[in-house]
Antibody, heavy 118, light 108 residues
Framework: QVQLVESGGGVVQPGGSLRLSCAAS????????MHWVRQALGQRPEWVAF????????YYADSVKGRFTISRDNSKNMVYLQMNNLRGDDTAVYYC???????????WGRGTTVTVSS | ETLLTQSPATLSLSPGERATLSCRAT???????FAWFQQKPGQSPRLLIY???SRATGVPDRFSGSGSGTDFTLTISKVEPEDFAVYYC?????????FGQGTKLEIK
């Protein structure tokens, strides 16, 4: 079955960096784009970034543009989110999300928690 | 950027009652690229409806979606105890793929 497992979360000071990873299995990873979506405690989900299946196109939310970078390794079925210059409002659970071929977000990982605090 | 507003913020119902949740977009959502998610405490969002009206795999038929353009509705025909949760709408047609602020369905 389709599985997405995030890792790499933790506690980091403001201005610091973290790299999140997502291990995908159960589907043809190299044929699909992938999303990162985050959710602060008690808030709505917030889409963060998307990477096309072949990594030729990447899209970012304005709130993270210039600080976060999405990438992927199709040989390892992995997608990454490099987060630099972290701020307090980046504190959230970060989900790796697989879209269906018809674009809707149909499978979510369990998430990894990022806390930005001094 | 398409923003989504859900109403009501909280819906208090008894099991067996009908639930009607609304979501309004600031711009027309093309090709009905519109979804509804259910989220329970400590869990990831779960896809319920996509394409405005198609049920995701395994979703009970008491859940139905309708609407087009800027106005969308999620209906639960008879609320079951396991349906009490927060529901989010989302448009996935154009980046940024925004979500609504959520409707909490609580037990009356």
């Amino acid at each position: 079955q389709v599985q997405l497992v995030e890792s790499g979360g933790g506690v980091v000071q403001p201005g610091g960096s973290l790299r999140l990873s997502c291990a995908a299995s159960g589907f043809t990873f190299s044929s699909l784009g992938m999303h990162w979506v985050r959710q602060a405690l008690g808030q709505r989900p917030e889409w963060v970034a998307f990477i096309q299946y072949d990594a030729t196109k990447k899209y970012y939310a304005d709130s993270v543009k210039g600080r976060f970078t999405i990438s992927r390794d199709n040989s390892k079925n992995m997608v990454y989110l490099q987060m630099n210059n972290l701020r307090g409002d980046d504190t959230a659970v970060y989900y790796c999300v697989k879209p269906h071929v018809t674009l809707h977000m149909d499978v979510w990982g369990r998430g990894t928690t990022v806390t930005v605090s001094s | 950027e398409t923003l989504l507003t859900q109403s009501p913020a909280t819906l208090s119902l008894s099991p067996g009652e009908r639930a009607t949740l609304s979501c309004r977009a600031t711009q027309s959502v093309g090709s009905n690229n519109f979804a509804w998610f259910q989220q329970k405490p400590g869990q990831s969002p779960r896809l319920l409806i996509y394409g405005a009206s198609s049920r995701a795999t395994g979703v009970p038929d008491r859940f139905s979606g309708s609407g087009s353009g800027t106005d969308f509705t999620l209906t639960i025909s008879k609320v079951e105890p396991e349906d009490f949760a927060v529901y989010y709408c989302q448009q996935y047609g154009v980046s940024p793929y925004n979500f609504g602020q959520g409707t909490k369905l609580e037990i009356k």
